[in-house]
């Protein structure tokens, strides 16, 4: 759907040429909720303004279903920007239009007729949640409410993709939760490709089935969330999933040098999360479990969970095998 081949950017500041994003490839596939995660300054936004060309690349290439943004005239662009929406962290509406007026305009600039306009504002309204404030201006509505609008908004014109640049990150943490599941039924149902950037590693839990670690204008990791969230390899991916668990850089909740024993973390994935293993395992092998953390929640629609635990006594080794041969994913944070 999206394809970055050695694509990189530069700015000219101060007349010098400083680079925003070096050189990377990427593939983002049709269907697939695709997360972009950095700090400030990471190049996110340059990123996913390169896929509807509000920037233009300074090298590589970019194919956009199949076409390569960098050639298109301005009739192509047009046509570009009308199957891939996008929505802002402010929203971006219009003060002086009524909610209604906001979703028409995309559909008034592509000069659709009037009664098909109203029909298919009527209709966004509904999807979005927000029929009955058709007349409203923005001032009088909520920030979930005004990114709503801009979600229809950004439907109008019935995309193939929509970029989220930030969109939940001036909102409060439960109507951040009703955007995502307003974006995962959006992907479900309309078979969206959606490309969001964000810093929080939960909003890419919560919605994403792929990500892409960013850090200093590189990409540093990428893979499945399962994979990437559970298992984080660069330093900067780990901090991020660190922040989210409220754990340190090793997963741990706090200092364990008083703890005895051998300090396990295992992940379960999938039906597995809630097979009644621990117990078992640890009668057979005769050990003692300790539970130092844990989390049980889910990434997406897959429930994971996670628990840091210290086995004390008996025979830790054959515990450990049997956690492994269960399908359990198994690192020893402390021999
Ligand atoms: P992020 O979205 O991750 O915060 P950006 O893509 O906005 O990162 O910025 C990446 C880098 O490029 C930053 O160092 C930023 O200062 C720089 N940058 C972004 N846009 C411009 C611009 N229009 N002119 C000059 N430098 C820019």
């Known amino acids: ?11 000219a500041v101060g007349g010098r040429q400083v680079a925003a994003l070096h050189p990377l490839d990427l593939e983002i596939e049709a269907g697939e909720v695709f997360g972009i995660i950095g700090h400030s300054g990471a190049g996110k936004s340059t990123l996913i303004r390169l896929i509807n060309r509000l920037e233009a690349p300074s090298g590589g ?64 309204l509904e999807r979005v949640g927000l029929a009955d404030q058709a007349n409203k201006y923005p001032a009088q509505l909520s920030g979930g409410q005004k990114q709503r609008v801009g ?26 939760a009703s ?21 929080e590693m939960d909003v890419i839990r919560r919605v994403c089935d792929r990500v892409a670690v960013l850090d200093a204008g590189r990409l540093v990791e990428s893979g499945p969330v399962t994979e990437v969230f559970l298992h984080p390899r660069h330093p900067t991916t780990r901090r991020f999933v660190s922040e989210a668990e409220h754990v340190d850089e090793n997963g741990l909740h706090a200092d364990f040098a008083a703890v005895h024993g051998r300090i396990l973390r295992l992940t379960f994935l ?18 003692d479990y300790n539970i130092l953390s844990g989390r049980i929640d889910r990434i997406r629609d897959t429930p994971y969970g996670q ?20 399908g359990v994913t198994v690192e020893v944070l402390r021999a």
């Open 1 to 11: 759907m999206i394809r970055f081949q050695q694509v990189h950017k530069s700015y």
């Open 61 to 124: 290439q970019l194919w956009v279903e199949g076409q390569d943004v960098a050639a298109l005239d301005g009739d192509g662009l047009r046509a570009l920007r009308r199957r891939v929406g996008m929505i802002f962290q402010h929203f971006n509406l219009l003060s002086s239009r009524t909610v209604a007026q906001n979703v028409a305009f995309p559909l008034e600039l592509a000069g659709e007729p009037r009664a098909r306009i109203d029909a298919r504002v009527a209709e966004l």
């Open 151 to 176: 979600i229809a908004r950004a439907l109008a014109t019935g995309p193939k993709i929509l970029l989220c640049d930030e969109a939940t990150s001036a909102l409060d943490p439960q109507t951040t």
């Open 179 to 199: 955007v995502l599941s307003l974006l995962a039924g959006i992907n479900r149902e309309l078979g969206l490709t959606i490309v969001l950037i964000t810093h």
């Open 270 to 287: 999938g039906a597995d999360t809630y097979a009644p293993l621990l117990g078992r395992i640890a009668r057979e092998a005769g050990v």
């Open 307 to 326: 628990l840091v635990v210290a086995l004390v006594g008996g025979d830790a080794d054959v515990a450990q095998q049997a956690f492994e041969s269960a």
